[in-house]
Nanobody, 123 residues
Framework: QVLLVESGGGSAQAGGSLTLSCVTTMTTDAMGWFRQALGGRREEREGVATIHTRRGIHYADSVNGRFTISQDIVKNTLYLHMNSLKPEDTAVYYC?????????????????WGKGTLVNISS
């Protein structure tokens, strides 16, 4: 069992920055950040940024160049640094842990999820 606890969400204005953190009980072969629009379904979560031990890092086109995923293995913490925020970035952000088979396009392929943290960006 892997426990994931997100923090760092909140409100910001467009153009601003936020950093999300996810503390885990262990680091797995794949870690990632997903987001779910308010009122959206779990199956519609967007894979914002993922990091695989062997396949490297992937970013959604919508955040590429603005968001950066990183991890501190010693602290068992995953980060999402978000810059140049836009109102369309408003969502609940979830941390996920999976295996090397986990895919950013398929939420079902991820084994463990945090409870999420809300990010609200105003224009």
């Amino acid at each position: 069992q892997v426990l994931l606890v997100e923090s760092g969400g909140g409100s910001a204005q467009a153009g601003g920055s936020l950093t999300l953190s996810c503390v885990t009980t262990m680091t797995t072969d794949a870690m990632g950040w997903f987001r779910q629009a308010l009122g959206g379904r779990r199956e519609e979560r967007e894979g914002v940024a993922t990091i695989h031990t062997r396949r490297g890092i992937h970013y959604a086109d919508s955040v590429n160049g603005r968001f950066t995923i990183s991890q501190d293995i010693v602290k068992n913490t995953l980060y999402l640094h978000m810059n140049s925020l836009k109102p369309e970035d408003t969502a609940v952000y979830y941390c996920a842990a999976g295996s090397d088979y986990s895919d950013h396009r398929d939420v079902r392929s991820w084994d463990y999820w945090g409870k999420g943290t809300l990010v609200n960006i105003s224009s």
